[in-house]
């Protein structure tokens, strides 16, 4: 058998499975309630005329491409100053952008944890974590429920109980979280994981790590983030914020950027031993600029209406979903964390209702396996500034339709 005849039967098992996944070119007339462009500051003319801006008046002798690696090439001034204004914002000691979020969190979690070091992770946590921890050199690697304060309790006790290096503060335990968790839009108990985690290794040798991905533009003063909001920086030994999601560097520069905010010593380490950094071509100038243009906007509170609209927005479709519901028993329920952005509807059929708002017209996406667990499958909904109550109340009306529809056929 050809190995082109072994991926054909590969994707055929999956087209059974309804689980073949497909690239779809999105239709610009209809109603985005799906993207990460939560801030939409994609098509936002601020950010536009911002960023234009930059490009514009940058000199003729301005490199467009980096030319390279990082460690070779590819640095610039303009690189490291920027890095120094996006931690600046974070209130963190250093920053080190990475080509995407995906590279950052390979990066730091294949290289930070040392050899049989312990890592603690959250269920759901993004397939990039899982990524990183494959390559990492860490020893046991144990997850615990999704969100789950006493979960995490029982893990770390565990891991205490069993391994006197760990009791003794010799051996590190790395807690990889993220603040607002993409499929399910909850956000985590961070502070309560933090005192479980002081309480149970009080040497000092548990070590957070974060992900803010869906919570950089969108939580905290000025859209810097939950952790900022909740003020635990501190307690914070790595941060990750990508800038693909609300900061909208992506679509029309076509490439994700990040940047982990951490102290000098681990920024120095990660130059010298994060394999996803070294070994590929550094940000050329315009996503640069990209990244330049949008912590100019956050820094000077010009994305805080848009905040501000998006809070108005998720409170009124909250309102609406949680009066459907509960008439809905066995056909819809909401999963939904006050304040963000991603509502998920768990419904025994997600795949019927994607199509039916797609027909209208609205997008909005099934979730299914393998991306989540078998049982868990949902049809998420994102809000964005650029949404209008119009647009929320017709998509409402048509999962009203739906729902009765629905119904009725069960009956
Ligand atoms: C939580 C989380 N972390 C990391 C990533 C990867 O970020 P990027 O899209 O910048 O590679 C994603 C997005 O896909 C994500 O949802």
Redesign the pocket.
Known sequence: MSLVHSFRQALQKRELKSARRRLTIPNPSSIDFSSNDFLSLSTSPVYRAKLLHILNNAPPSQPLASGGSRLLDGNSAYAEELEKFVAEFHNAPTGLLFN????A?VGVLSSVPQPGDVIVYDELI?A?AHEGMRLSRAGPRVSFKHSCVESLREILLKQVENDSLVRDGRRNVFIVI?SIY?MEGDVAPIKEFVRVAEDILPKGNGYFII?E??ATGVFGPRGTGLVQELGVEEKMFIR?H?F??ALACHGALMM???VVLCCPDTRDYLINYARSLIYTTALGFPFLAAIRAVYELLSAGETEPFQHTLQQLILHLHSQLMEIAPLNPGLLEIDHFPGSPIFSLRTPIPRQLADVCQRKGFVVRKIMPPTVPAGKERVRVCLHAGNTLDEIDGWVRTLQSWLEATQISLL
């Open positions: 995407s979020g995906f590279d969190n993004h990039s993220e993409s992900d991905a869906h990750v990508t693909g999601k994700y950027q990040a």
